[in-house]
């Protein structure tokens, strides 16, 4: 089973939603080949529904910079792991499902 992926990497959403889109932009910056689902996953971000990676990054930069050295770690196992599959897919569940924590 999956973890939840990048909403495990901070608890809670900052006040201000636009300090908190840039952090998530910042992120996916950060993060330039998770590309497959990264429209979706801003889609969310502007809801309100993601709490993890944006939040962490623009409340507590060394917990967020650990938790992106992770999230690359995984993602390259999830590359490596596709052999012929459908990468997108793959890496969709991995690291773009999101939850309410």
């Keep these: 089973m999956f973890a939840a992926g990048l909403s495990l990497c901070g608890r809670g959403v900052p006040q201000n939603p636009k300090t908190y889109f840039a952090s998530v932009e910042k992120v996916l910056g950060e993060l330039v080949h998770l590309t497959p689902g990264k429209?979706?996953?801003?889609d969310k971000?502007?809801?309100?529904?993601?709490s993890g990676a944006a939040a962490c990054?623009?409340?507590k930069p060394a917990t967020c910079k650990s938790c992106l050295e992770h999230t690359k770690a995984r993602l390259e196992r999830c590359k490596g792991s596709t052999s012929g599959g459908?990468?997108?897919e793959v890496c969709n569940?991995?690291?773009w499902r999101t939850g309410d924590n």
Aim: aromatic fraction near 22%.
């Design 93 to 95: 569940m991995e690291f």
């Design 57 to 59: 990054y623009t409340e």
């Design 39 to 42: 429209d979706r996953f801003i």
């Design 45 to 50: 971000a502007k809801s309100g529904k993601v």
């Design 86 to 88: 459908n990468f997108n």
